[in-house]
């Protein structure tokens, strides 16, 4: 166990719990079980109508969106598409894409106003950083300034991961809301935590039980000042009912990196068995979101994924997303 100066440990009552049982719930599936009318949600007419309302209403008066409140207008209809679209996401398959805001017809500020009203339906918003980040862009920044090196603002790949895992407490959902696509590639994929822990029960016994065990986890600098920049957790962890990952390929070896001390030999290959039994059973789906398009993935019970792109030279082929974390429990703050 690392000293408290070096890693704030989370692996405490985390270490004992293990399912006796393979899961047998909507959340385990392979590739060929999913087709996209799985986790498409259309907003109808009378939704699109509701929305085109608020913005109306906020160009006569406006609000900082952070006091906009779903119950202060008239949304009936979006909120029966987005507690579908929260089902799909916590107790369905794990994920779900919401088609489509109609962003040509609003300001970049509009859009935002309507994604915090109707992600608010799903759980409530929380902040991506110590300095409350609520909207994050998500997209190709070759200088990041002060901050760790974040491969998910560069063109590269971005292997199987949950978001936020070097935090206490990590978002329940993320989200992105697509603003634009890149010219070429960019593919995303989710997988659950539920697949691969089966599938890796039979396959990989021993490797799903290192993955019960801690591991050191970068915290990105995105920490709260003066907090350790390392978490010490396990990859997996289980509550008795559901089952909770941190599992990320980027964060741990980082992690043991900036700690100054080597990776296991069967930690890093259970990593590495982790997205080869992904990879040997198709237990991901795939996805390439368009403009207007909004995700919501069920964070905590699953990874995601996304291929190298290339951006184009025009505003309108270069990937934009803009993220939002949402969380049932704790406070709005970071660290909840």
Request: a negative charge; hydrophobic letters at 35%.
């Amino acid at each position: 166990m690392p000293s408290p100066e070096v890693a704030l440990d989370l692996s405490i009552g985390q270490l004992e719990a293990r399912p006796q049982e393979p899961f047998d719930n909507p959340k385990v599936w392979a590739r060929p079980d999913l087709s996209p009318a799985d986790w498409t949600v259309s907003l109808n007419a009378t939704a699109l109508t509701e929305l085109d309302t608020v913005v109306k209403d906020l160009r006569l008066q406006n609000l900082p969106v952070h006091m906009l409140s779903p119950d202060q207008f008239e949304l009936t209809a979006t909120e029966k598409a987005m507690k579908d679209v929260r089902n799909r996401a916590f107790d369905g398959h794990g994920f779900a894409i919401v088609d489509r805001l109609p962003l040509d017809d609003w300001s970049l500020d509009e859009a935002k106003a309507v994604q915090w009203l109707i992600l608010s339906f799903v759980s409530p918003p929380v902040a991506q950083s110590a300095w409350g980040e609520i909207f994050r862009d998500i997209k190709d920044t070759p200088d990041q300034g002060n901050r760790v090196y974040d491969k998910g603002l560069s063109q590269d790949r971005l292997t199987f991961h949950a978001d936020n895992s070097g935090n206490r407490n990590t978002p329940n959902f993320s989200t992105l809301m697509c603003l634009h696509g890149a010219e070429e590639g960019g593919m995303s994929e989710y997988c659950t935590i539920y697949s691969l822990y089966n599938a890796m029960k039979k396959d990989a016994p021993e490797q799903l039980e290192r993955l019960f065990q801690p591991f050191f986890h970068n915290r990105q600098g995105i920490q709260i000042p003066g907090e350790p920049e390392l978490v010490w957790a396990p990859a997996i962890g289980y509550d008795g009912e559901r089952l909770l990952t941190r599992i990320s390929l980027n964060k741990i070896p980082s992690g043991y990196v900036r700690a100054g001390e080597e990776l296991d030999n069967l930690g890093r290959d259970a990593l590495e068995t982790a997205v080869e039994v992904i990879r040997t059973h198709d237990l991901s789906a795939k996805y390439l979101l368009e403009r207007g398009q909004v995700l919501i993935f069920n964070n905590r019970e699953g990874m995601h994924h996304r291929e190298p792109f290339k951006n184009g030279k025009t505003v309108e082929t270069q990937r934009h997303m803009i993220r939002m974390w949402l969380r049932d429990d704790g406070r709005p703050f970071f660290d909840g």
